[in-house]
């Protein structure tokens, strides 16, 4: 599975991030299969997972995002029961549980400085994701050089308004975006 996930990124190289129902009814109807899901609780991440598998879609739960869930391993475990296809999480320790349990893992990295630009490779070689994404994904410098200093392909998000956006983000190295904002799913 983890190699069709990625099949489906590097394919479709804009990922839809979804942060509420309404936007989740919209991209049930559309093409793209690979959906970042960015909200729910407990109770209903189950649920909102089964609609995006019963649509053919990749449902890739940020683990950090969802209400109820705390920080160990075992919320993990909980998304892998509940049909996610794989997890995003800041957390190292989520990314190594997801791999154990055969999840396709984004380990999610925010760079801000020299220092964070810096964790992202010693992070990344320490936790083994599938993936990587840095936000935010407005920054092509830096992102050639996380390209150049990771082994997993990597996915930027935040910010990413319009066409150009998209295409500087591709151009300095990226597989994908990801990204909120209706408007640039359809592109």
């Known amino acids: 599975m983890k190699e069709r996930i990625l099949s489906a ?10 942060k509420n129902d309404e936007g989740l009814g919209r991209i049930l109807a559309s093409d793209l299969q690979v959906i970042f899901l ?8 189950g649920g909102i997972v089964s609609r995006l598998r019963e649509a ?3 449902a ?52 801000f400085d020299s220092l964070s ?23 092509p410098r830096v992102i050639g050089r996380v390209c150049a200093a990771v082994r997993q392909p990597v996915i930027c998000g935040g910010l990413i308004e319009d066409k150009g956006d998209v295409m500087a983000a591709l151009a300095a190295g990226a597989v994908a975006i990801s990204t909120t904002d209706e408007a640039v799913w359809g592109l």
């Open 117 to 139: 630009l810096q964790n992202v490779a010693k992070s990344a070689a320490a936790s083994h994701p599938d993936v990587v994404e840095i936000l935010p994904g407005l920054m």
């Open 56 to 58: 053919g879609k990749y």
């Open 38 to 45: 960015l909200y729910g609780d407990l109770c209903s991440v």
């Open 60 to 111: 890739i739960v940020h683990a950090d995002l969802i209400a109820g869930l705390g920080p160990k391993e075992v919320a993990v475990d909980f998304l892998a029961r509940s049909g996610a296809s794989g997890i995003i999480s800041t957390r190292p320790a989520f990314i190594k549980r997801g791999r154990e349990l055969g999840l396709f893992t984004i380990h999610r990295f925010f760079v």
């Open 9 to 18: 990124i590097e394919s479709a190289p804009i990922i839809a991030a979804v």
